[in-house]
C-alpha cells in the first residue's frame, strides 16, 4: 500500500515536471518525453506487478491528450516496460551511463514505433523531423539520471 | 516439507501472475486503439477525465506559478519603462478605437440601410496554450473550458503581429481544459476567400503540408501572395479574419474542374501562446 501511494504521488511529481518542461521546451519543438523517463526509472527499482501498470498509466495519460489515436502511448510504454525488464540482468541500472543509453534507445523506439501506430491505426502523419526527435530523445537522456536517482531515492531501491 | 511446497507453489502462482501482466496490458491498449474514438473510447477518456484534469490543473497551475516567479522579477526590472510606452500606446489606441467606432456605426447604419448582415463584435475569452506536445502539433490544450464558456465547434483566434489571425477550432471541452484542433489538420476545414481575386473555396489542412484551397474556379485569375481570409459563408467562423496566404496556385495536368491553391497559415502551430476562442453568445448574433 506505502509503494501504491508513494508511486502515485511520484506520478502526480513527473505530470508537473512533465507539463513544465513541455510548456517550457515545447514552443521550440523539442519533442521531450519526462513520462517515459518515469516509467522506466520505475521499471528500474520496482517489481514487475508496479512497473507494467505504472507505465500503462502514464502511456494513457499522454493519450488523454491526443485527439486522432487512444491507446498508442499506453502500448508503447507497456513495451518499453518489457524492455527495461529484459535488460536488467545485462545492464546495471544503478549506474548512469546504462540508464542514458537505454532511456536514448528506448525514447528512440517510443517516438518511431508511435509514429508507425499513428500512420498505422489514424492514418495520420505525425512525423515531425529529425530535430524534433533528436533533441527530445537527447534531452529524456540527459534527464534519465535525475529521474532514476529520485525514483530510487523514494523507493529505497525496492529490488 | 509441507509448508516448502506450499511456499514454491505460491511463488510459482506469483511469477505466473506476474507474466501475464504485459500481455494483459498489450491487450487492452491494441483494443483500446481498435475502438473507434466516439462513444468507447470518449467513456473511457469521460472516466480518465477525473484523474487526470485534477493533475493537470495541478501541474498547470505550477507551471504558471514558476512561470510568474521569474515573470515577476523581470517585470520589475522593467515596469517603469514599459508603463510610459504603455501610456503612449494606451492614447493612441483609444483615438484608434474610437475612430473604428465611428466607423463601425457607419458601417451598422449602412448595412441596415442596404438590408445587408448586421456586423457584429466578436464576444470570447483569451486562453493560454497548456500543453503542446511537438508530436502532435495538429492540436493544442488551453487553459479555459466549459466553465468559462469554452464550448465544442467555437473558432479560435491567435494574433500575430497585433493582427488577429485564424487558429483552429475547439474539438474537445472539459470544465477547465479544451481541446484545439489546429489548422494544419486533415479533419479541418472551412470556407475563405482571397483577396484581391475575391475566389471562394474551400480550405483543408494537409498536415505538415502547406493548406490547400480547394474548389476555386477553373477560370480563376488567383495569383500567389493574395491573402486568405474567413467567407461570410462558414456556419462556424466569422467573416473576414486572416487565415493565411496563397504560396502556390497547383499546375495540373490532365482533366479537371477546378484549381486547387497552396496556402500558407498565417498562425505558426509552434508559437501559438495566447487564443482568443469566439465564446456560442457571439455565434449566435451571427
Known amino acids: 500500500m506505502g509503494n501504491i501511494l508513494k508511486l502515485f504521488l511520484l506520478f502526480i511529481a513527473a505530470t508537473v515536471l512533465h507539463w513544465g518542461f513541455m510548456s517550457v521546451f515545447g514552443g521550440a519543438g523539442v519533442s521531450l518525453n519526462v513520462m517515459l523517463v518515469f516509467a522506466c526509472a520505475v521499471c528500474a527499482c520496482l517489481p514487475p506487478q508496479y512497473g507494467y501498470p505504472a507505465a500503462f498509466v502514464c502511456g494513457l495519460f499522454l493519450d488523454f491528450f491526443g485527439v486522432k489515436l487512444f491507446g498508442n502511448n499506453a502500448l508503447v510504454f507497456t513495451l518499453c516496460a518489457c524492455m527495461m525488464y529484459g535488460m536488467e540482468k545485462r545492464l546495471d541500472f544503478d549506474a548512469p551511463v546504462p540508464q542514458i543509453i537505454s532511456i536514448f534507445v528506448l525514447g528512440l523506439f517510443a517516438a518511431v514505433f508511435n509514429v508507425i501506430l499513428l500512420r498505422m491505426f489514424a492514418g495520420f502523419s505525425a512525423w515531425t523531423g529529425f530535430w524534433p526527435l533528436f533533441s527530445g530523445v537527447a534531452f529524456n537522456a540527459a534527464l534519465a539520471p535525475f529521474v532514476f536517482w529520485a525514483v530510487r531515492r523514494v523507493f529505497k531501491r525496492e529490488r | ?286
Open chain 2, 1 to 286: 516439507m509441507k509448508s516448502q511446497s506450499k511456499q514454491h507453489k505460491k511463488t510459482a502462482f506469483h511469477s505466473r501472475r506476474v507474466s501475464i501482466l504485459p500481455a494483459v496490458f498489450i491487450l487492452l491498449s491494441l483494443l483500446l486503439m481498435a475502438l473507434p474514438l466516439e462513444s468507447p473510447v470518449a467513456s473511457v477518456k469521460a472516466l480518465l477525465s477525473y484523474i487526470f484534469i485534477p493533475q493537470i490543473r495541478a501541474a498547470h497551475a505550477a507551471v504558471e506559478y514558476a512561470e510568474g516567479v521569474s515573470g515577476t522579477v523581470k517585470e520589475l526590472l522593467n515596469t517603469h519603462q514599459e508603463n510610459i510606452l504603455l501610456q503612449e500606446q494606451l492614447g493612441r489606441l483609444q483615438l484608434e478605437n474610437a475612430q473604428a467606432r465611428e466607423v463601425f456605426e457607419e458601417n451598422v447604419r449602412l448595412a441596415s440601410a442596404l438590408d445587408l448582415r448586421v456586423p457584429q463584435i466578436w464576444r470570447g475569452v483569451w486562453a493560454k496554450t497548456a500543453y503542446r506536445d511537438p508530436t502532435q502539433w495538429n492540436s493544442v490544450v488551453i487553459d479555459k473550458g466549459l466553465l468559462d464558456g469554452v464550448h465544442e465547434r467555437a473558432a479560435v483566434i491567435a494574433l500575430k503581429d497585433a493582427q488577429p489571425v485564424l487558429a483552429g477550432l475547439v474539438l474537445e471541452t472539459d470544465d477547465h481544459t479544451a481541446k484545439v484542433l489546429l489548422l494544419r489538420d486533415e479533419d479541418f476545414s472551412a470556407a475563405v476567400y482571397a483577396v484581391p481575386s475575391g475566389e471562394e473555396g474551400l480550405l483543408t489542412g494537409a498536415g505538415a503540408a502547406q493548406m490547400r484551397m480547394q474548389y476555386l474556379p477553373f477560370l480563376s485569375d488567383i495569383q500567389e501572395g493574395e491573402k486568405v481570409y474567413t467567407s461570410s459563408s462558414s456556419s462556424i467562423f466569422p467573416a473576414g479574419i486572416l487565415v493565411g496566404e496563397v504560396a502556390e496556385v497547383e499546375d495540373e495536368s490532365g482533366f479537371r474542374t477546378s484549381l486547387t491553391a497552396r496556402v500558407e497559415p498565417a498562425a505558426d502551430a509552434s508559437s501559438i501562446r495566447e487564443l482568443f476562442v469566439l465564446t456560442p453568445q457571439a455565434a449566435e448574433e451571427k
